[in-house]
């Protein structure tokens, strides 16, 4: 099993990125899929989650501001963000769960999100 973040990059606040996560090795359709983030210093937290029948959650902090999707047809994951703050300056993790597990089974590599002000 193998996911493939990417899109992060260097952007000022109030800019948008969308990040991608191409997975690869799994039945795609069958995982929960989510996206996850540590900044420095910090532990690792959760940011958003898109069930196997497109049901989403998000945390606080980045409710109105991110949208994850999913394309089963490509395998692939997306977290589209606006509004960008400094705060949301981290590396961010796509991670894959299966049906039934407690949980997250596989994660990415991570992608790199810096947000100036």
């Known amino acids: 099993v193998q996911l493939q973040a990417s899109g992060g990059g260097l952007v000022q606040a109030g800019d948008s990125l969308r990040l991608s996560c191409a997975a690869s090795?799994?039945?795609?359709?069958?995982?929960?899929m989510g996206w996850f983030r540590q900044a420095p210093g910090k532990e690792r937290e959760f940011v958003a989650t898109?069930?196997?029948?497109?049901?989403?959650d998000y945390a606080d902090s980045v409710k109105g501001r991110f949208t994850i999707s999913r394309d089963n047809a490509k395998n692939t994951v997306y977290l589209q963000m606006n509004s960008l703050k400094p705060e949301d300056t981290a590396v961010y993790y796509c991670?894959?769960?299966?049906?039934?597990?407690?949980?997250?089974?596989?994660w990415g590599q991570g992608t790199q999100v810096t947000v100036s002000s």
């Open positions: 090795g799994l039945t795609f359709s069958s995982y929960r």
């Open positions: 991670a894959a769960r299966r049906l039934y597990s407690s949980g997250y089974g596989y």
């Open positions: 898109i069930s196997q029948s497109g049901d989403t």
